[in-house]
């Protein structure tokens, strides 16, 4: 339960008369620490790939699954422990064959995996709770629950009937991103300008953002290249949401932006949530053990791309990609080089302008805050830097909840 009263002492004190000029009014910030900061603050993430987590047997969202890197780094208790309100929780589909008998399996792996995001809650209620609007999310938190909002991270099983995407806003999906790490029916994505230009957005990716504005939703621009983030602000009615993303100017990567077009996001009313993958954010070397498995593996299909895989391939290949992963794991970035990236964003763009969106469960983590219990943490850093109460509400969820009543808004005209 958040306490949305601290206010109430100073008013009291100004409310006693002559001896209010006595004493000093008590300015809540500066006695409350970043803890209890923290807690009474509505703390989302814009990307929780825990969705991933749901179909698996041996986890359960309500208990304090083991803490292993690139497994477990959400469920209830490490939410309680880490302050952690709820957020974005992601319906990822990897990228396919763009023909339709694939789009037809993407869009039905989408909707399943949507039900399992609703199922979780339903059998939860007295702990989650599906929300809709922002109103939604506050209400949500008073109450003591937790906020299940449903975004989709790669619009490919939206195939190329664009009618499905009021399926999934029907069902609370609130935030879309176009594409993925490949190019794909809507949009060039960052990671794969070798491929063919599209010049950003398609002409589909363009009535993609607009059915997106028409429904509701707020547009996400990480992962997508440039040429497709400018498009996406060129064509949205409403500030466009970077969900996970870092800066360019501390690591070059292609999944990271640059100042100037990160202050573009910004004049455009925009966000940009922090991402603490550890390889997008320095340049992590993988042990010679790692290289060589993957190379192995690599070889065992013949080379091709994962993508390219048939279904029974391509998990025969994810159940060898994981042992690989827990035997040689890749090193982890840490806390520092984490806080860096959001305090140089903070820098150049202001509080109104970034949040979090860690990738938890999807890559994110670092040395130091391996899962979301660790959260305090980053509020307690930022207030060391002078940020205050504020700025953190801004931050941690303020920033999105401002967008999202603007795509509200803008639906209702
Ligand atoms: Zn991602």
């Not at 707020?218 to 992962?223: I, K, N």
Request: hydrophobic residues 40%.
């Amino acid at each position: 339960m958040k306490h949305f009263l601290p206010i109430l002492p100073a008013l009291i004190l100004a409310a006693c008369g002559a001896e209010s000029d006595q004493i000093d009014p008590v300015d809540p910030a500066e006695q409350a620490t970043p803890r209890e900061i923290h807690e009474r603050i509505l703390v989302i993430d814009s990307h929780l790939d825990t969705p991933a987590n749901l179909s698996k047997a041996d986890f359960d969202i309500v208990t304090d699954n083991p803490t292993q890197m690139g497994q477990v780094q959400v469920d209830l208790p490490k939410m309680q422990r880490g302050g952690l309100d709820g957020g974005f929780w992601v319906i990822f589909t990897p990228q396919g064959p763009l023909d339709e008998a694939s789009y037809a399996a993407a869009k039905q792996a989408a909707l399943t995996r949507s039900d399992e995001i609703i199922a979780m809650v339903e059998a939860h209620p007295d702990e989650f709770e599906l929300a809709y609007t922002a109103d939604d999310a506050e209400r949500i938190v008073a109450d003591g629950k937790r906020i299940v909002f449903q975004s989709i991270e790669n619009s490919y099983p939206l195939g190329t009937d664009l009618t499905v995407l009021e399926d999934f806003y029907e069902r609370g999906v609130r935030l879309v991103g176009p594409v993925h790490f490949r190019d794909n029916q809507f949009a060039d994505s960052a990671t794969d300008l070798s491929a063919t230009d599209l010049g950003g957005l398609t002409p589909l990716g363009e009535e993609l953002v607009r059915e997106a504005n028409r429904l509701g939703m707020m547009v996400d621009g990480s992962h997508a290249a440039d040429s497709t983030v400018e498009d996406i602000m060129e064509i949205s009615t409403t500030p466009i949401v970077l969900s996970h993303s870092g800066v360019k100017a501390l690591y070059d990567h292609p999944r990271n932006i640059s100042d100037d077009l990160l202050r573009r996001v910004a004049e455009n009313g925009g966000v940009i949530q922090m991402n603490a993958l550890g390889s997008y954010i320095e340049n992590l070397e993988p042990p010679a053990e790692r290289t060589a498995a993957l190379e192995e593996l690599a070889a065992s299909f013949e080379g091709r791309s994962p993508f390219d895989l048939s279904d029974e391939e391509r998990e025969q290949y994810m159940a060898r990609r994981g042992e690989i992963d827990s035997a040689y794991p890749m090193p982890l970035s840490s806390f520092e080089v984490f806080m860096e990236q959001m305090l140089y964003a903070l820098e150049i763009v202001g509080p109104e302008h970034v949040g979090m969106g860690a990738d938890w469960d999807g890559g994110g983590g670092v040395a130091g805050m391996e899962d979301v219990s660790f959260l305090p943490k980053v509020t307690e850093r930022l207030m060391e830097e002078g940020y205050t109460e504020a700025d953190l509400e801004k931050i941690w969820g303020g920033n999105l909840l401002r967008i999202m009543r603007q795509v509200e808004a803008a639906k209702a005209q």
